[in-house]
């Protein structure tokens, strides 16, 4: 099993939609949880953090995340062109030096 | 103000070669890293320095050495280069190595001829 899985997509959402992007993780132990947008050719920009079970909201985007059943969620509402992007969940697991690990990416299109 | 930034941003060079790629944050963070990103996109963790003091070195080949002069600074130094070592690098750096998020620089496009 993969540290940290994510379905690569891509995922096409019509303009306004709800755009959801999964991601599990393999160690029981983990405590930190990230979102990371990328941009073809550009950097991992990060959107969003999440520590605790449940919902954490910030503007159109919540994270969720169920650490019983080791999955973390990203909602994307108003779903907006600009937001077409790779997608990138990661998790700090806890054995090795708190490494964060990224997932392979969801390729996020949203269509007009 | 660029909070993490690379030189430089593009590097072409041939197989055999020795290059250097070198990174600046200007947060204030403890913690830097180098990651590559192959061509498939995966993005991996090479090396973590926190406070000039190596903490991750992943199964890297000698060839990579990183060298950290103070804790603004991270540097990656590659020699004999192979073809297998085009991909794009990114610095990133973090407040301190416990749970806090990295902030990623804008990368250096390696590719060797």
């Known amino acids: 099993q993969k540290e940290v899985e994510q379905n690569s997509g891509p995922l096409s959402v019509p303009e306004g939609a709800i755009a959801s992007l999964n991601c599990t993780y393999s160690?029981?132990?983990?405590?930190?949880f990230f979102w990371y947008r990328q941009y073809s050719g550009k950097s991992p920009e990060l959107i969003m953090s999440?520590?605790?079970?449940g919902d954490k909201e910030d503007g159109r985007f919540t994270a969720q995340l169920n650490k019983a059943s080791q999955y973390v969620s990203l909602l994307i509402r108003d779903s907006q062109p600009s937001d077409s992007a790779t997608y990138l969940c990661a998790v700090i697991l806890t054995g090795g030096g708190n490494k964060l690990t990224f997932g392979t990416g969801t390729q996020l299109k949203v269509e007009l | 103000d660029t909070a993490v930034s690379q030189t430089p941003k593009y590097l072409v060079t041939q197989m055999g070669n020795d290059k250097s790629i070198k990174c600046e944050q200007n947060?204030?963070?403890?913690?830097m890293y180098w990651y590559k990103q192959d061509s498939k996109k995966f993005l991996k963790i090479m090396f973590s320095y926190n406070n000039k003091e190596l903490i991750i070195n992943e199964t890297v080949p000698n060839r990579f050495s990183p060298k950290s002069p103070d804790k603004a600074h991270l540097n990656l130094h590659i020699n004999s280069l192979e073809l297998g070592d085009s991909a794009v690098y990114f610095c990133?750096?973090?407040?301190?190595?416990?749970?806090?998020?990295?902030?990623f620089g804008d990368g250096t496009r390696l590719s060797i001829l």
């Open positions: 990133a750096s973090s407040q301190d190595w416990n749970n806090q998020p990295q902030h």
């Open positions: 999440i520590y605790s079970n």
């Open positions: 160690d029981r132990g983990s405590q930190s």
């Open positions: 947060l204030g963070h403890d913690t």
